[in-house]
């Protein structure tokens, strides 16, 4: 005999064959066959395993509602965790970031991989289109700062000497200009 679990019947001590029926149920057996599979050692008829099946449902329902909630809710949490491990496989260190970049730029076959909402991977190989190479060669130059401005320190050594025109220079400056127009 076994403890039922989450339920409020936990305190009660579930017989072997019930457990192993509600456990069945649960997985999405039928009742009679699920019946049949907890009781192995008994020769019972189609009829016999009909009917008393169909009363452990009735009494059980709430176990095996339970049960069913919670294998899906093992189920969920295991495609979560493989999208997980998926999407931390995806992540790419810089040198694998830099050779992915390399091989849009020289228009090699792509490797691409994902996973869907179900879990499932899918792989494809694709050439990189030109806005895509274009693209990358900009994403590669920011990288490494090849598009940044470059920065000139100039600096100047001595001295400056400026000196006012008289009046006698601007009024020849006039005068020239005056002529040339």
Do not use: W
């Not at 192993?20 to 049949?36: C, D, P, T, W």
């Not at 997980?84 to 992540?91: L, M, Q, R, S």
């Not at 050779?99 to 190989?125: M, Q």
């Amino acid at each position: 005999m076994t403890k039922a679990k989450g339920s409020d019947l936990s305190s009660k001590i579930l017989p072997k064959q019930h457990t192993e029926f509600i456990r069945l149920v649960a997985n999405g057996e039928k009742q009679k066959y699920a019946y049949s599979l907890s009781y192995p050692n008994k020769s019972l008829s189609s009829k016999t395993c009909e009917v008393e099946s169909s009363k452990l449902a009735k009494k059980y329902a709430v176990l095996i509602t339970q049960e069913q909630e919670r294998l899906q809710k093992v189920i969920t949490d295991a495609k979560d965790a493989e999208v997980v491990k998926a999407a931390i496989n995806g992540i790419l260190s810089q040198a694998e970031v830099d050779k992915k970049l390399c091989d849009i730029i020289n228009g090699d076959l792509i490797r691409i991989t994902a996973v869907d909402a179900f879990g499932k991977t899918h792989t494809n190989e694709i050439t990189s289109t030109l806005s895509q190479r274009l693209l990358a060669i900009d994403l590669y130059n920011k990288r490494f700062g090849s598009n940044a401005p470059i920065k000139n320190k100039t600096e100047i050594t001595g001295q400056l000497k400026y000196e006012a025109p008289t009046a006698e220079q601007l009024k020849a400056s006039k005068e020239k200009l005056d002529n040339a127009i």
